[in-house]
Every structure is written in structure tokens, then in C-alpha cells.
């Protein structure tokens, strides 16, 4: 039977009923039949329905009260129900089915009858303290289900069967109790829901306990580790312990197992990380089996834990194996990575260092590394004639390392071009550590500072080779590039005067010899040596306008004399003294006759328009061209002056021995040597020598070779006097110290005129400062010029402070 008031309980917010017409209908029609209908109060019966809205609420005045008169709810149905209702949620909180078989109600009908307890009969105060109370009750069952001895996969199986079946239920409990959630608790803030409030007492009864939590966390741990252990993928384990972190982010408590997650997980990889460095002891192995691991770990808690905690966890992972190995993997692992260029690696090492902060470590080894492979190279005696390209190849490779390894991602904001929105992605840009790089020419300035001098010496020697030779079929960038990296090695030596100074010498040779492969080339380079490294190369612009007035008087020389004078082929180069490295010459040659009379021709000339003026000849840089006629056919030689004048001695002899040789030309030994070795020992024999030999002993005796042949028809014979030798760079890295002497005199003299009186070592610190452009001096070197010039009366000790100076005027 369907009672009246249940077909009249509308919702409170609805204003669709404008009219009520009386028209019940039920399974007993006599019953209702004999009942006295319900009269509406006030005009609101069912003849007014058919009436005009005049009068009638307007449907846009919001809700209206219907009252219904002559119909009481009676007190003993009203019990009745309540009794239901209340049965109804010991059967649906109950886990044991045999004390509760079955519902005493549809689902539907628990739901109309919660309606009309709450909507109707007001009785949601008394609804709402059973359910807290049956809910109370189900905990019981639950706690002893819990407290049973299991194994820890059993256990968790049976503590989410557990949060499974209460959360269903509660979810049931709410859509059957819906009027007494919406009516009844909406209303009163001091109330929770039936969801919320199941769910706090589940959490302060359930997940809560003591013993409930040490057996969750316990067994979340060993089933964990367990799959850790054996690097194993279980998906039953997996999908268990997802369903466990499920229920507990549910209920709001998956904060408590992260925290213990992450405590288990630290202890886990921390004796990990100790059993593994004792058992592998190669560090790079190691390092691969801790990127392995975190991997692994990170694959791990993707599957059974929620999105916020994977970045945690993998932080915690490699913090933990990474404790304590920080400076054994930066010192060897990276050195072992560098030595194979393995980038892949390098890059890994540089993520994880920057990640668990210790990158410094990583940085102070690759500096080292640097370091001790410049080093290595530089003092490698044996090789000196490839220390260049091997830096070049060096500084190639870790540049290489730190562009592909040692880089950071940079997020670039979205783009956007005008009229059209902007992008929704931004893009990350990968850039190199600078912090790298300053580690990287730090460590090649130590390297460096290995051996003094011998750097400066082979990159200006190594530059004079690659202006000799040219850019060949390399592309201009591409020479340009060798070039600025040669000169990237400048940057990293102390000894700018002994660049400075071999440079300028082999820049020298090449203008004067005609070895130079462009002016435009060598003009550039000057420029940007003068630009970025030194001032002093500025000096060199001298040398080519030299050149330019050579050329001009030549002209005018060669304009000056008879069309059948000798004089025409000899070419001179004027060159001032201060603008050329070379000194005025201590030995020379005996010239033939004829060389002579042309020498003189040239001399009278130039004193007739230049008074007063000096010329010194330095034969060592003369060149000459010679027509050689041998039996396979005639060759032009291209020669040096000496080898041109040793050459044509053997115009009337065909056999002359080394001491005739000597004794006619009067050309110092060692340089006569070398000359013969060139002509007699080289790939080019025009010369035999009689014995066989690399050596030229005073013994030898040396022929004209008839047979000399070369398919091209000029051919050019190397001198070695052309080329700077081992007593050449002697003299010059001799020269070099002396200038180096004088100064320091001139900036502690400079330095001390201007302060009066100074203490030892801020003179030295200030004399260093002076000079550093130039070199770098060895603080004892400079305490031996304070005391010369203590000597030479420039400077006075203080009688008392024998740390203190004076500066005499």
C-alpha cells in the first residue's frame, strides 16, 4: 500500500507543482476508498486546480509548502520503520553472512523509507546516531580478520579485501541513505557525511592501529624488497601493492607509507651501494650497475605508487647509492670515461652528480684530468714534434665531453609571432655547463705550466707550418677553425714573449723567403693576435711595409742599370733593425766574385739616396736560383744562399772534400754541416758523399751527382738553416731570459718610483702583476733583481726591516 505522504514529498527546491489534483491509486482500492480524503488548506483542492492561474503562486516566486490536513504519520508506524531501517544497516555492515542472511528490505524501499524517516516523520537525529553506531560495530569483525597470522602476501591480499568490501559498502550505505546525507547532515555543518564519517573512524580504528600498521608496512617492505633483490618483475606483487596504496589514498593515509617507503627504500640501496663498490671494483662498472638500479627502481614505483612520489623515490635511490662513491666515481670512473670519449656515460655521471649535488666533485676531476693529459704531453720530450696536434686532439675531446655531456636543459618559454597565439608547449634547450669549460682551460693552464717556455715555442713553430703550407683544398672556414684553435693554445701558456718572440721569427722567414702561403692570411692573423692576446704584435706591421719599400727601390735599382747588367737578377730586402728579430750577423761567407761586385753595385746605390745609413748583409736568409744540367736532363734549383755557393763550387771540379769545402767559403761548421746534409743526405741528392751517411764528418768528400733526376722541372731543396734549429732555439730562449732580466728591472724600478718604499712581498706581488702579460716570473727570479739592483744602487734595504726597500732617486 502506497501512503499519501510518500507520493507528495517533493524535493524542497523544486517549484514544478503549481496544482494537486487527489487521484491515489494503490493495491487495496476498498481500503483507500473508505479513508476520508485530504483536504489542501486554504484554496488549494483539487476544483481550484482546474481554475485560472489568478491567484495561484507564480512559478518564478520559488518554492511553496504544501500542508496536508486530516493525516497524521501514527507513532507506532514510525517506530516500526525505524526498527527496520536500523536492521537493515546491521545486515549491510555485517561481514558474516550467516547471522545476517538477507535484507529485510529492497534497496528501494530502504530508500523511501529513509526518505519518510527524515523528510516526514523528522526522525534523521535517530537515523543518523544508528548508523554511526552500526558502523562503530562493524569495526570489531574487521580488527579480528586483521589480527590474524598471516603470511605478508596474505596478509595484504586479506587487508584489501577488507578495504575493498567496506568501501563498497559505505558507497551503498550513502546512495541508500541518500535523503538522510541531503536533508538531514547538508544542512548542519557540525555533521560529516555518512562517507566522511565511515571513513575517519575507518582511519582512527583501522588504519590507525599499531599493530595493523606495523604489519602494512612490514609487509609492504619485505615484499618489495624481496622483488628488489632478485631484480625481478612480479605483476601479482605489483598489482597488490598498487591495490593497497589505492585504498590508503582513499582513506588519506598513503602519507605514512611514503614516508616509510622511502625510509626502507633509503636502508635498502644504502647496503646495497656498500656490498656492491666491495665486490665490483672497477668504478665504472659500478656506476653502470647504479644506473641499471635506478632504473629499475624507478619502473618499480611507477607500477605501485602514486604519481607524486616517483620523483621522491628516485631521488631517495640515488642519494642512497650514491653515498660515500661520490669523489671514487668522480675520479675514476670519469677518468675511464674521458680516456674512451664514452659521452653516453659522461652524460649519465652529469645528471646523477647534478642530482644528489655533488657535481663540484665531478668538476674539480674533469679540471684534474685536464690537467695531468696536458701535462703528460707537454713534458713528453720524446714527442715533442706532435705535442701540438695531441693538445689540439686533447682540447677536441673535452670540448666534445662538455658540449654532449655536461649540459644542462633550459626550458624555453612558449613562442608566439604577432597575430597568431602562442604556442601551448615550451621546448627545453640543451646548454654546456660553462662551469665545465673554465675547468677545462684551467686545467690545460696547469698542464701548461709543466714545462716552461717549450708550449709558447711549438705553437708559434706550428703556426709558422700551417701559414707555410696554406689552406690546400681545406675550405676557408675550415682553415680559419684550425688556425683559431691553434691559437686557443696561445691562451693557456704564461710565455707570451716566447710566442711573441718565435713567431715573429718564423713570421720573418716567411715574408723574406717568400714562404708564405697569403699576406692576406698573415695580416689577419696579425691582427687577431693583436687584437685579443698581445699589443705588441702591432709591431710586426713594420715588417711588411719594409717590404713594400723593397720592392719599390728594387725597381728603381734594376731601372738604374745597363739592360745586359748581372746586377737585374739580385733582389735585396731593406729591413729596419727594430722592426726584425734578427741580430746583425757574427759570421758570414766568402761570396764568389761575382755575387760581390753585384753586392757592391747595390751597396753604392743605396748610400747615394740614404746618407749615413748602415747596411749589414745576412747572407743565412739569401735564396738564389740555379740551372743545374745533369745526364737524365737540365733542372732549375731552388736554393738557399749557402747551398748555392757550395753548389757552383763544383763547376770545375767534379770532387772537393769537406776540409777544402771549409777552408774556401770560411762558413761556420755547424752550419756547413747542416748545408751538406741538405744537399748530399736529404731526399734531393744534386751531392754525393763518399761514405754514405746522415752524418758529415770531416773525413768526407763529396761529387757532383750526374745522375740526379726529378720528373718536375723546378726543383726545390730544403734547407735546414732555413728552418729554426735546436741551437737557434737555444740562443733565442737565451735571448729571451735576458730580455726577461731587464724587465723585471724596469717594472721594479717603475713600481718602486712611484711608492718610495715597499716590503718585500708586495713588491713581488706588484712586479708580478707588471709583468703577467708578458710572462709569468718566478718570485725567486724576481728577489735575485731586487737584490742586483740593490747592488746597481737603484734600491736600499732598510737597516732595521731587512723586508723593507727603499727607492733611491
Same mark, same amino acid.
Given at each position: 500500500?502506497?501512503?499519501?505522504?510518500?507520493?507528495?514529498?517533493?524535493?524542497?527546491?523544486?517549484?514544478?507543482?503549481?496544482?494537486?489534483?487527489?487521484?491515489?491509486?494503490?493495491?487495496?482500492?476498498?481500503?483507500?476508498?473508505?479513508?476520508?480524503?485530504?483536504?489542501?488548506?486554504?484554496?488549494?483542492?483539487?476544483?481550484?486546480?482546474?481554475?485560472?492561474?489568478?491567484?495561484?503562486?507564480?512559478?518564478?516566486?520559488?518554492?511553496?509548502?504544501?500542508?496536508?490536513?486530516?493525516?497524521?504519520?501514527?507513532?507506532?508506524?514510525?517506530?516500526?520503520?525505524?526498527?527496520?531501517?536500523?536492521?537493515?544497516?546491521?545486515?549491510?555492515?555485517?561481514?558474516?553472512?550467516?547471522?545476517?542472511?538477507?535484507?529485510?528490505?529492497?534497496?528501494?524501499?530502504?530508500?523511501?523509507?529513509?526518505?519518510?524517516?527524515?523528510?516526514?516523520?523528522?526522525?534523521?537525529?535517530?537515523?543518523?546516531?544508528?548508523?554511526?553506531?552500526?558502523?562503530?560495530?562493524?569495526?570489531?569483525?574487521?580488527?579480528?580478520?586483521?589480527?590474524?597470522?598471516?603470511?605478508?602476501?596474505?596478509?595484504?591480499?586479506?587487508?584489501?579485501?577488507?578495504?575493498?568490501?567496506?568501501?563498497?559498502?559505505?558507497?551503498?550505505?550513502?546512495?541508500?541513505?541518500?535523503?538522510?546525507?541531503?536533508?538531514?547532515?547538508?544542512?548542519?555543518?557540525?555533521?560529516?557525511?555518512?562517507?566522511?564519517?565511515?571513513?575517519?573512524?575507518?582511519?582512527?580504528?583501522?588504519?590507525?592501529?599499531?599493530?595493523?600498521?606495523?604489519?602494512?608496512?612490514?609487509?609492504?617492505?619485505?615484499?618489495?624488497?624481496?622483488?628488489?633483490?632478485?631484480?625481478?618483475?612480479?605483476?601479482?606483487?605489483?598489482?597488490?601493492?598498487?591495490?593497497?596504496?589505492?585504498?590508503?589514498?582513499?582513506?588519506?593515509?598513503?602519507?605514512?607509507?611514503?614516508?616509510?617507503?622511502?625510509?626502507?627504500?633509503?636502508?635498502?640501496?644504502?647496503?646495497?651501494?656498500?656490498?656492491?663498490?666491495?665486490?665490483?671494483?672497477?668504478?665504472?662498472?659500478?656506476?653502470?650497475?647504479?644506473?641499471?638500479?635506478?632504473?629499475?627502481?624507478?619502473?618499480?614505483?611507477?607500477?605501485?605508487?602514486?604519481?607524486?612520489?616517483?620523483?621522491?623515490?628516485?631521488?631517495?635511490?640515488?642519494?642512497?647509492?650514491?653515498?660515500?662513491?661520490?669523489?671514487?666515481?668522480?675520479?675514476?670512473?670519469?677518468?675511464?670515461?674521458?680516456?674512451?670519449?664514452?659521452?653516453?656515460?659522461?652524460?649519465?655521471?652529469?645528471?646523477?652528480?647534478?642530482?644528489?649535488?655533488?657535481?663540484?666533485?665531478?668538476?674539480?676531476?674533469?679540471?684534474?684530468?685536464?690537467?695531468?693529459?696536458?701535462?703528460?704531453?707537454?713534458?713528453?720530450?720524446?714527442?715533442?714534434?706532435?705535442?701540438?696536434?695531441?693538445?689540439?686532439?686533447?682540447?677536441?675531446?673535452?670540448?666534445?665531453?662538455? /658540449?654532449?655531456?655536461?649540459?644542462?636543459?633550459?626550458?624555453?618559454?612558449?613562442?608566439?609571432?604577432?597575430?597568431?597565439?602562442?604556442?601551448?608547449?615550451?621546448?627545453?634547450?640543451?646548454?654546456?655547463?660553462?662551469?665545465?669549460?673554465?675547468?677545462?682551460?684551467?686545467?690545460?693552464?696547469?698542464?701548461?705550466?709543466?714545462?716552461?717556455?717549450?708550449?709558447?715555442?711549438?705553437?708559434?713553430?706550428?703556426?709558422?707550418?700551417?701559414?707555410?703550407?696554406?689552406?690546400?683544398?681545406?675550405?676557408?672556414?675550415?682553415? /680559419?677553425?684550425?688556425?683559431?684553435?691553434?691559437?686557443?693554445?696561445?691562451?693557456?701558456?704564461?710565455?707570451?714573449?716566447?710566442?711573441?718572440?718565435?713567431?715573429?721569427?718564423?713570421?720573418?722567414?716567411?715574408?723574406?723567403?717568400?714562404?708564405?702561403?697569403?699576406?692576406?692570411?698573415?695580416?689577419?692573423?696579425?691582427?687577431?693576435?693583436?687584437?685579443?692576446?698581445?699589443?705588441?704584435?702591432?709591431?710586426?706591421?713594420?715588417?711588411?711595409?719594409?717590404?713594400?719599400?723593397?720592392?719599390?727601390?728594387?725597381?728603381?735599382?734594376?731601372?738604374?742599370?745597363?739592360?745586359?747588367?748581372?746586377?737585374?737578377?739580385?733582389?735585396?730586402?731593406?729591413?729596419?733593425?727594430?722592426?726584425?728579430?734578427?741580430?746583425?750577423?757574427?759570421?758570414?761567407?766568402?761570396?764568389?766574385?761575382?755575387?760581390?761586385?753585384?753586392?757592391?753595385?747595390?751597396?753604392?746605390?743605396?748610400?747615394?739616396?740614404?746618407?749615413?745609413?748602415?747596411?749589414?748583409?745576412?747572407?743565412?736568409?739569401?735564396?738564389?736560383?740555379?740551372?743545374?744540367?745533369?745526364?737524365?736532363?737540365?733542372?732549375?734549383?731552388?736554393?738557399?744562399?749557402?747551398?748555392?755557393?757550395?753548389?757552383?763550387?763544383?763547376?770545375?771540379?767534379?770532387?772537393?772534400?769537406?776540409?777544402?769545402?771549409?777552408?774556401?767559403?770560411?762558413?761556420?761548421?755547424?752550419?756547413?754541416?747542416?748545408?751538406?746534409?741538405?744537399?748530399?743526405?736529404?731526399?734531393?741528392?744534386?751531392?754525393?758523399?763518399?761514405?754514405?751517411?746522415?752524418?758529415?764528418?770531416?773525413?768526407?768528400?763529396?761529387?757532383?751527382?750526374?745522375?740526379?733526376?726529378?720528373?718536375?722541372?723546378?726543383?726545390?731543396?730544403?734547407?735546414?738553416?732555413?728552418?729554426?734549429?735546436?741551437?737557434?732555439?737555444?740562443?733565442?730562449?737565451?735571448?729571451?731570459?735576458?730580455?726577461?732580466?731587464?724587465?723585471?728591472?724596469?717594472?721594479?724600478?717603475?713600481?718602486?718610483?712611484?711608492?718610495?718604499?715597499?716590503?718585500?712581498?708586495?713588491?713581488?706581488?706588484?712586479?708580478?702583476?707588471?709583468?703577467?702579460?708578458?710572462?709569468?716570473?718566478?718570485?725567486?727570479?724576481?728577489?735575485?733583481?731586487?737584490?742586483?739592483?740593490?747592488?746597481?744602487?737603484?734600491?736600499?734595504?732598510?737597516?732595521?726591516?731587512?723586508?723593507?726597500?727603499?727607492?733611491?732617486?
Amino acid at each position: 500500500m502506497a501512503n499519501v505522504y510518500t507520493l507528495l514529498t517533493l524535493p524542497q527546491t523544486s517549484n514544478g507543482l503549481t496544482s494537486f489534483k487527489s487521484s491515489v491509486t494503490g493495491n487495496n482500492d476498498d481500503e483507500l476508498t473508505a479513508r476520508k480524503a485530504p483536504r489542501l488548506e486554504s484554496d488549494l483542492d483539487s476544483a481550484s486546480a482546474s481554475r485560472t492561474s489568478k491567484g495561484a503562486p507564480s512559478a518564478s516566486t520559488g518554492p511553496f509548502q504544501i500542508k496536508l490536513v486530516g493525516y497524521n504519520v501514527e507513532q507506532p508506524l514510525a517506530r516500526d520503520s525505524f526498527v527496520l531501517l536500523k536492521r537493515c544497516l546491521r545486515v549491510l555492515l555485517s561481514k558474516n553472512p550467516t547471522e545476517y542472511p538477507e535484507l529485510p528490505l529492497s534497496f528501494v524501499g530502504i530508500y523511501d523509507m529513509c526518505r519518510a524517516m527524515v523528510c516526514d516523520a523528522e526522525l534523521g537525529d535517530g537515523l543518523y546516531e544508528d548508523v554511526i553506531l552500526e558502523v562503530e560495530k562493524c569495526f570489531g569483525a574487521l580488527l579480528t580478520q586483521l589480527d590474524a597470522e598471516q603470511e605478508h602476501i596474505q596478509w595484504l591480499s586479506n587487508f584489501v579485501e577488507c578495504c575493498a568490501w567496506f568501501e563498497k559498502q559505505i558507497a551503498l550505505l550513502s546512495s541508500l541513505f541518500t535523503y538522510l546525507d541531503q536533508v538531514h547532515v547538508k544542512p548542519n555543518p557540525s555533521l560529516q557525511s555518512i562517507r566522511e564519517l565511515a571513513f575517519t573512524k575507518f582511519g582512527d580504528r583501522i588504519l590507525s592501529d599499531r599493530v595493523i600498521v606495523l604489519k602494512l608496512h612490514s609487509g609492504v617492505k619485505d615484499v618489495i624488497n624481496a622483488e628488489r633483490g632478485l631484480w625481478m618483475t612480479n605483476e601479482t606483487n605489483r598489482t597488490l601493492i598498487s591495490n593497497v596504496v589505492s585504498h590508503l589514498t582513499t582513506h588519506h593515509e598513503y602519507a605514512s607509507l611514503e614516508i616509510h617507503y622511502l625510509e626502507f627504500t633509503k636502508e635498502f640501496y644504502l647496503n646495497e651501494s656498500r656490498e656492491q663498490a666491495a665486490s665490483i671494483k672497477n668504478a665504472k662498472e659500478f656506476f653502470k650497475q647504479v644506473d641499471r638500479r635506478i632504473d629499475y627502481e624507478v619502473a618499480l614505483c611507477k607500477e605501485v605508487l602514486c604519481v607524486s612520489s616517483w620523483s621522491v623515490v628516485r631521488e631517495t635511490t640515488e642519494r642512497a647509492l650514491m653515498e660515500g662513491r661520490g669523489e671514487w666515481l668522480a675520479n675514476e670512473a670519469l677518468r675511464s670515461s674521458l680516456a674512451e670519449m664514452d659521452t653516453a656515460t659522461l652524460g649519465k655521471m652529469y645528471k646523477l652528480f647534478t642530482k644528489v649535488g655533488v657535481q663540484h666533485l665531478l668538476k674539480l676531476s674533469f679540471r684534474k684530468y685536464v690537467s695531468d693529459k696536458a701535462k703528460q704531453i707537454v713534458t713528453d720530450t720524446q714527442m715533442e714534434d706532435n705535442m701540438v696536434m695531441r693538445l689540439l686532439e686533447l682540447k677536441k675531446d673535452m670540448d666534445r665531453a662538455v /658540449t654532449t655531456s655536461f649540459v644542462d636543459q633550459v626550458s624555453t618559454p612558449p613562442t608566439s609571432q604577432p597575430g597568431l597565439a602562442a604556442t601551448s608547449t615550451s621546448s627545453s634547450t640543451p646548454i654546456p655547463n660553462k662551469e665545465f669549460f673554465q675547468a677545462s682551460d684551467e686545467g690545460f693552464r696547469a698542464g701548461f705550466k709543466a714545462r716552461r717556455n717549450k708550449p709558447a715555442e711549438l705553437i708559434a713553430k706550428h703556426l709558422d707550418k700551417l701559414m707555410r703550407k696554406g689552406q690546400g683544398a681545406s675550405s676557408d672556414a675550415e682553415y /680559419t677553425r684550425l688556425l683559431e684553435s691553434v691559437l686557443g693554445l696561445y691562451r693557456y701558456t704564461d710565455d707570451k714573449d716566447v710566442f711573441r718572440t718565435f713567431y715573429h721569427r718564423a713570421l720573418a722567414k716567411r715574408l723574406l723567403l717568400e714562404k708564405s702561403a697569403s699576406d692576406d692570411i698573415e695580416k689577419d692573423m696579425l691582427k687577431k693576435l693583436k687584437d685579443q692576446y698581445d699589443a705588441e704584435f702591432g709591431m710586426a706591421e713594420d715588417m711588411f711595409k719594409d717590404l713594400s719599400l723593397s720592392r719599390d727601390m728594387m725597381r728603381d735599382f734594376h731601372d738604374s742599370l745597363s739592360a745586359e747588367s748581372a746586377g737585374r737578377s739580385l733582389t735585396a730586402m731593406v729591413l729596419q733593425r727594430s722592426a726584425w728579430p734578427f741580430a746583425v750577423p757574427k759570421t758570414t761567407i766568402d761570396l764568389l766574385p761575382q755575387m760581390q761586385e753585384d753586392l757592391q753595385t747595390f751597396t753604392d746605390y743605396y748610400k747615394k739616396k740614404h746618407q749615413g745609413r748602415i747596411l749589414n748583409w745576412d747572407h743565412a736568409l739569401g735564396t738564389a736560383t740555379l740551372k743545374g744540367r745533369f745526364d737524365p736532363g737540365p733542372k732549375e734549383l731552388s736554393v738557399s744562399l749557402y747551398q748555392a755557393i757550395i753548389l757552383l763550387m763544383f763547376n770545375d771540379v767534379d770532387e772537393i772534400s769537406f776540409v777544402d769545402i771549409k777552408e774556401q767559403i770560411l762558413l761556420e761548421d755547424a752550419e756547413l754541416r747542416r748545408t751538406l746534409q741538405s744537399l748530399a743526405c736529404g731526399k734531393l741528392r744534386v751531392l754525393k758523399k763518399v761514405p754514405p751517411g746522415r752524418d758529415v764528418a770531416d773525413t768526407d768528400v763529396f761529387r757532383f751527382n750526374a745522375d740526379f733526376s726529378d720528373p718536375r722541372p723546378k726543383v726545390h731543396i730544403n734547407s735546414i738553416q732555413a728552418k729554426v734549429s735546436p741551437e737557434e732555439s737555444k740562443r733565442t730562449n737565451a735571448s729571451i731570459e735576458g730580455d726577461r732580466k731587464h724587465y723585471l728591472d724596469a717594472a721594479v724600478v717603475r713600481i718602486m718610483k712611484g711608492r718610495k718604499e715597499m716590503k718585500i712581498e708586495e713588491l713581488t706581488a706588484e712586479t708580478i702583476n707588471s709583468v703577467k702579460s708578458h710572462f709569468v716570473p718566478d718570485v725567486q727570479v724576481i728577489k735575485q733583481r731586487i737584490e742586483a739592483l740593490v747592488e746597481m744602487e737603484y734600491l736600499a734595504r732598510d737597516l732595521k726591516d731587512k723586508k723593507l726597500f727603499r727607492y733611491l732617486a
